[in-house]
């Protein structure tokens, strides 16, 4: 195990390095000059010129790019080029919570809502319930994030009056006001992650049931609820539990959409802000982190995994 | 209250006023009186009077109106960004961010509504006979929030700060500053390399000027410039006490603010939003008081202006809006435009530039594209600028939209009914897009001539513009409080805008250049006597006008919306600007 | 990374009742047959089935729908219904456009790996978890942003996006397949690598790539409109849906028939793919995994 662990973290180290220096490659194909772009006001191509070496920008790339990853490794993600050069870290450390706050709680709703679905739909097979919650699951999983967004807003923030149409409220400013702002977004992308979910609940339990092991169990007699609870349900959600593990990776990017129609200044506004703007360190802080996130994400999902199914080889 | 004209001093005022040759509005008034605390009562009144301006609201201003209730907290919203990325005056770039940096920071000088210069930090100040030397007394027991007491040396440390283009991006704003002395405690002297008529307005103003606006050296020091361009130290009427990128800014109250009467509120927040549906939202649910920040987008008005709750404030807005044409390309290619317009008028290129200026249909471009906010432009000079704008510029100029003359035009040039004419790429930023497509289509209904849409990130588009890389452009100017932000920027060989980045090998010039045009921008610069300067800006105006620097399209609107419980007095209505100093709740 | 538990994937067979006769069983799959033929009729027939040309402002800004615009005029006085009808033909290419790209490239890299294995599998395999490691629609909006906006860069892009799901995917089939006996005897027979991947492996393979095809088939169109939506997408001139929504955000609490229909559009065609890949699913009996449905 632990050698299996070793050779999983080496390779997550690699494929974080690998990310690092595609990103900072081809950010530097990207077309467009920050510089000139926010000195077009004042016209200023000294002012543009001045910046460009202050941020090291006319070294050859070679060099650009072996100073950012030592400073990288030293865990300096440098500053933003634009307005005061507030440090990467500093807007990462901002932002985090926030895309944190939206996932997690997109991630509670849905589960919430999806395995009792996905296990009533199981036990009550071809029933017009079952058919209702397909349909209500693909409904959500066919509903752009975005729309759906919109619509809530529509509704809940300019109709009814009842939650802020935008922004972000910490939790030190209580609970209340805390969940008040964070729950559109997190419906508008926990809604198609909760019908994946309702979806592989529903499909992996009706295979355990049909295995030998639940029907001899029943036979002898047990309760039906505690077959379930007991045998199947354990069985079926091994599969589940592996799609959480991306559920990061879904519901990061619909963060990404979610974030810019409610103002949020998540990680996913931060990117695509950067992105923009042609913000390098930005982009390539932002990146570095999301990655991180995905891989040690990744990772955790195959230990769990292994530790759940003890069929799964370490190979 | 009383009527204003009820007060005899004032119908005194007010018939001086008038009182004039209305072609020479400043007869009787000399150069004492252009120099300040502000330009003169007199002055004032005259120039208003002159431009057609002038209401009975101007008599109010000066004579004290019912205080308003002070105290309160103002949630205001910051439309057109999704955060204030710097509030550090060397930094700044954006309207959205000046807005609320000049409600922090003071400056020498501050424009009133009508974008005349008034001492915020100076008292007072004399120019000498040549116009070369501006001695500043500034105002004495001033303090900045961190308690450092504002001097001389404030001022000389910001001016060398502000020209180290490593620190500041606005150092070519101090290019005409030869040196600034320290001659008291209190005076400082500019001197200046040629004479400045825009030097008060441009230079030294607070929220658009940033090359002057006073930084604190203690603060600098104490928290290192990243901190400082968050919540930065300064002497205005509100304290930053907190701001986080994309979250918001806090305003709190400055006890000390050196005018007793200012400000009137105890607490502001700001949060930046970038998208218009939630913008709405939040001002219609009464989530925020006041939308600040860029002007709201038009299609929104109507519907403000339908809600009882909501006050829509418009005024005629700072800048310029045009679809420029690159004379480096068929089928509109120019090669010099000092010839004599008749001369012009034959060569097939600038027929079809010509064309295309007076195929603009503009009236229809601002009922389409800004739901009909907004005025035609003829030129860079905006009517917000009052004195220096030329009303009858729509009427004169060949820009003029007129249908059978473009489409003449175009026919002569070869191309009848746009037949023949080949298709044009039109550049925009992204945020500009909408309005690109509506010139797309007044192209495509009026000359029957096809344009695709090249949308680039604002980036790529800026750099494009500066490469003189297009066919047609669709951007324009923001924040143009002086006539040098409008002709000297934009309409000269040399302007900053003016392909600045171009292959000078193949092309000699950028969008435009004109041998006239560039000798009358430079004489207006250094010209003091405003009613001469305003002849040799109106003129050179003309002639961008005549000769097509570009199709110019539209000046825009203004905009501030607020819940009518808040108090919004005229006199603060300075287009651009937020003056939340002179806000209160009603 | 996670090997995806494939033993049960490759057995689609023959001796099944034929797909059309199985599909006429699913409700929601016949409805969502109709409702994308539909879809793509109007696609190809644009030109005919527009009622005005989607660029047009000449109508009233902001109409209702009426008997004039079935579904009213957007904020620029355009016909809705024509440009919804023009969009289908740029959303729909695009989202099959994608999938075709990705899953030639995927595929191809996916057996490669697959079938050689060594060094030509470890190389592969570390692209494709590099690539794992972002979701795909971050991936499409960062190269979106490196080669520009326009239909090829949005097409590239969300292809270059999908392509470590169809290779993940066929590497397992491959690697299943290897095992089976009647290769081993197309190897001692003589045949060459490249007829015995053409012959037999891939088309035994092609089960869970048919589904996984469906399914981004219905992700790309997302992901297109997402990308739209954020300014990232194909260019103003040719309307798709997701940029009809993305144009109109701002008018749709005042004119419900611009948030609504170009999102309705989307959904209903993303709906029905969806639909139709369930029955697909079921009638090629693949299992249900993780991969198909990653944004």
Redesign the interface.
Known sequence: MSKYLLRRTL?AM??MW??AT?VFF?LR??????F????????????A???R??FGFDQPVYVQYFKYLVQAVQGNLG?SI??????VAT?IA??FPRTLSITVLAFLIAVTIAIPAGLISALYKYSALDHGV??VA??G???????LA??L??AF??GL?WL?????APLSEGFGAWLSHLIMPAIAIGT?FAA?IA??VR??ML?VLRTEYVQVASSKGLLRWQVLLQHAFPNALI?VI??M??AL??L???A??VE??????GLG?????G????DYPVVQGA?LI??GI??LS?LI??ML?AAIDPRIRYE | MTHPFDDPKLRADFDDAHDFDSRDPMFGLHRSELSGPVLGRRAVLRLLAASGVLTAGHFLTGSTPARAASGGHLRAAWAGG??I????PA?I?QVLQFQISSQILGGLTHINSDLVAEGDLAQDWTVSDDGLEWTFNLREGVSFHNGDPFTAEDVLFTVERSRD??K??????LSNVADVQKLGDHTVKFVLKAPQASFLVKTLERASGRAVTIVSRGALAAMG??????TPVGTGPFRCTFH?????VVLERNENYHRPDRPLLDKVTI?????P??????I??G?VDLIGGANPSSELIDRFIANPELEVNMTADVGFQAVWVNPHRDPFRVENFDKPLEELMKEKGFKVRMALAKGLDRDRFIKQSEFGRGVPAYGSINPAMGFFFDGNLGEDSPQKFDLEAARQLLADAGYPNGEGFPTLKLLCP?NLRRDAQVVAGIYKRTLGISIELVT?????A??DF?SMNFDLARIGS??DFDPDDAIV?WMQTG???NG??RDKETMAFGYWSNEEADALIDAQRLETDLEKRREMVQKANRLTSEKVACAFLFHPTSTLVYRKTVNYPAAARIPGLVELDQISFA | ??EP?TSTLAEATIARPGFFTSLRRDK?AVAGAVILALFVLAAIAAPLMAPYDPNDMEYDMIGAPDWLHPLGTDDLGRDLLSRLIYGARVSLFVGFATVGMALLAGVALGVAAGYYGGFIDSVIM?YI??Q???????IA??LV??F?TGLSNVIVAIALAFIDDFARVARSMVLTIKQEQYIDAARTAGTSNARIMWRHVLPNALAPLIVLATVSV?NAI?AE??LS???LGVDASTPTW?LI?AES?SF??RAWWL?LFP?LA???T??SI??LG?ALRDYLDV????DP???
């Open positions: 390779g690699v494929v690998a990310v595609l081809m194909a990207v077309p467009g000059d920050p000139t772009a926010m000195v077009f006001d004042t016209g200023d191509p000294t002012a010129e001045e910046m070496r202050a500053t634009y307005g005061s050069r507030v440090p807007i901002e932002s397909t349909i693909f409904l999983l066919s509903m752009p994030d975005f729309w919109i619509l807003i529509i923030a300019a009056g802020p149409a935008i922004g972000y198609p994946i979806r592989m499909s992996s295979e599969p592996t799609v593990g991306i990776a879904l990061m990017a619909g990404v959409v810019n129609v409610f103002a949020i200044k506004r931060v990117l695509i802000q992105i923009l703007n042609r990146i999301v990655s995905f891989v990744n999902v195959d995994y | 999704g955060e990325t710097t509030l550090d930094r770039n283009p490593e500041s991006i606005h150092s070519r704003v410039p990243a901190q400082y361009g968050l986080e990128l994309g979250q918001g949060t930046p939003v970038l998208d549906e939630p913008l709405a939202a939040a219609e649910a989530d992204a680039k990130d604002i980036t790529v800026l750099d500066l923001g924040g920027d302007s900053k805008f600045l980045k | 990374m996670t538990a929601k570390r978890d590099l794992w490691a972002f979701p795909n629609f971050i909006v960062y942003a490196v520009g219905s997302l409109a997402g939506f954020l300014g997701g929504l955000r749709i609490s948030g999102g989307i959904m209903l993303v709906l969806n639909f369930d299992r249900e995994t993780g449905v990653r944004a």
